[in-house]
């Protein structure tokens, strides 16, 4: 497992840094590997979403689905076809045109944060730098 991140903790507050800025005011609670990023700014929220729970299901999913010799679906089309996503033949960008739906997603993409969590994976945003990890911590040390 390679490092990309670590998970610190400082005055009784946890946070995710680059490995370069850990010092000795800093615990070392694991070493995180980056399983995927997304830009925020290159997609629409909608399909932040879709990826997030696609990319989630896969991860916790496809391991439990290999051990009894199933093939791994298409997570992304089976979220377009749940959520109704539909994409735009101008901007190539996928979206939801119905309210409802676009709100169950953003609830469903919410869940899989506590999911993901549950699973042993750190699911992370920073809205300042426009971006969002899937991570794999190392808690084997």
């Known amino acids: 497992m390679g490092t990309d991140a670590v998970l610190v903790e400082v005055g009784g507050y946890r946070m995710i840094v680059d490995p370069s800025e850990v010092d000795d005011d800093c615990t070392i609670v694991t070493e995180l590997e980056t399983l995927r ?15 997030v729970i696609a990319e989630v299901s ?21 979220v377009v076809g749940e959520y109704g996503l539909q994409r735009s033949d101008w901007s190539g ?15 469903h993409a919410d869940e899989m944060r506590h999911l993901a ?17 899937l991570y794999a911590p190392n808690w084997t040390d």
């Not at 990023?37 to 990826?51: I, K, N, P």
């Open 37 to 51: 990023s997304w830009d925020h700014g290159e997609r629409t929220s909608e399909e932040l979403c879709a990826d």
């Open 58 to 78: 896969a991860w916790i999913m496809d391991p439990v689905l290999f051990a009894f010799g199933l093939r791994s679906p298409d997570w992304f089309g089976r």
């Open 93 to 107: 960008l996928w979206s939801v045109t119905d309210a409802d739906l676009g709100q169950a997603l953003y609830e």
């Open 117 to 133: 969590h549950e699973a042993g994976f750190l699911l992370e945003s920073d809205d300042d730098c426009g971006t969002t990890w």
